[in-house]
């Protein structure tokens, strides 16, 4: 039954955290400047992405942490360095204001794709969880939820390095790096699946129903109960603006789940 529907986010309702502990509510800010001192301008720009602006750097690092949480539309922070970063609901991204002189390094829970900018001489560190990734000026994505099985960085454009506590890998484009205790490397990955969430798509090439809701709780910010096994992998590409219940109905012609909305939760259940 989809009596009740769920809309999906029309609002990014992403915060930043400045390093002061001060809170800026990224949405409710118009175009224009969220923050701005004599080193350092925050500015809102008309695509909605957010964008760093700093003049002179002082010499202790400051670190500010943008969070996007469950039922928020996906942010894009460009980063003093010109990096872009894009942040998927349920996630954050702890980064300086400015870069120290050696080395650039951020960190992040959940999801981000980046777009690294090259800058001579200082490679980039993502830290997420165990894991540690290493670039000079790539894109990339990492999806590091704490209720998936492990942490995935996946290649899209030029090289990187992945290290754990069990040692070290580099990546080609199309791979992925699974990051459990080791790193295990997953050739010809299907790219366009993991990146579907920053072009505003579900996509799914043989998906099980766990991997599927886990997206679908998070975006709509619902409660998930699946009941009984579900052996079914679904394929499927919808955009991601769409009420859940259009989701629900592309998977249930598969014929092998059906769902049952009710408010703020969703059940799953088997037909077969």
């Given at each position: 039954?989809?009596?009740?529907?769920?809309?999906?986010?029309?609002?990014?309702?992403?915060?930043?955290?400045?390093?002061?502990?001060?809170?800026?509510?990224?949405?409710?800010?118009?175009?224009?400047?969220?923050?701005?001192?004599?080193?350092?301008?925050?500015?809102r720009m008309n695509?909605?992405?957010?964008?760093?602006?700093?003049?002179?750097?002082?010499?202790?690092?400051?670190?500010?942490?943008?969070?996007?949480?469950?039922?928020?539309?996906?942010?894009?922070?460009?980063?003093?360095?010109?990096?872009?970063?894009?942040?998927?609901?349920?996630?954050?991204?702890?980064?300086?204001?400015?870069?120290?002189?050696?080395?650039?390094?951020?960190?992040?829970?959940?999801?981000?794709?980046?777009?690294?900018?090259?800058?001579?001489?200082?490679?980039?560190?993502?830290?997420?969880?165990?894991?540690?990734?290493?670039?000079?000026?790539?894109?990339?994505?990492?999806?590091?939820?704490?209720?998936?099985?492990?942490?995935?960085?996946?290649?899209?454009?030029?090289?990187?390095?992945?290290?754990?506590?069990?040692?070290?890998?580099?990546?080609?484009?199309?791979?992925?790096?699974?990051?459990?205790?080791?790193?295990?490397?997953?050739?010809?990955?299907?790219?366009?699946?993991?990146?579907?969430?920053?072009?505003?798509?579900?996509?799914?090439?043989?998906?099980?129903?766990?991997?599927?809701?886990?997206?679908?709780?998070?975006?709509?910010?619902?409660?998930?109960?699946?009941?009984?096994?579900?052996?079914?992998?679904?394929?499927?590409?919808?955009?991601?603006?769409?009420?859940?219940?259009?989701?629900?109905?592309?998977?249930?012609?598969?014929?092998?789940?059906?769902?049952?909305?009710?408010?703020?939760?969703?059940e799953v259940m088997?037909?077969?």
């Amino acid at each position: 039954t989809m009596q009740q529907d769920v809309k999906a986010p029309s609002l990014t309702k992403a915060t930043i955290t400045l390093s002061d502990g001060k809170m800026i509510v990224v949405d409710t800010a118009s175009e224009g400047v969220l923050v701005k001192n004599e080193n350092l301008n925050i500015i809102r720009m008309n695509d909605g992405s957010v964008k760093y602006d700093v003049a002179a750097t002082s010499g202790t690092v400051q670190y500010n942490t943008l969070n996007n949480p469950r039922g928020s539309r996906v942010i894009s922070l460009i980063l003093s360095d010109g990096t872009r970063v894009w942040l998927n609901s349920e996630s954050s991204l702890r980064y300086p204001v400015a870069f120290s002189s050696d080395k650039r390094e951020v960190e992040i829970t959940g999801e981000a794709y980046f777009e690294v900018a090259k800058v001579a001489g200082k490679k980039f560190f993502v830290k997420a969880g165990n894991s540690t990734t290493e670039v000079l000026g790539t894109h990339f994505n990492i999806n590091s939820y704490s209720d998936e099985a492990n942490i995935k960085i996946t290649l899209l454009e030029g090289a990187i390095q992945v290290s754990s506590a069990k040692g070290q890998n580099k990546l080609a484009p199309g791979q992925q790096a699974q990051v459990d205790n080791e790193i295990h490397i997953i050739d010809n990955v299907n790219t366009d699946d993991v990146v579907a969430w920053k072009n505003e798509m579900f996509s799914f090439n043989g998906a099980d129903i766990h991997t599927i809701m886990r997206q679908v709780s998070r975006w709509y910010d619902v409660e998930v109960i699946i009941k009984g096994a579900i052996e079914e992998k679904f394929v499927g590409e919808l955009p991601r603006n769409v009420n859940v219940s259009s989701l629900l109905k592309m998977l249930e012609t598969t014929g092998a789940v059906k769902f049952k909305i009710e408010p703020g939760k969703i059940e799953v259940m088997n037909r077969k």
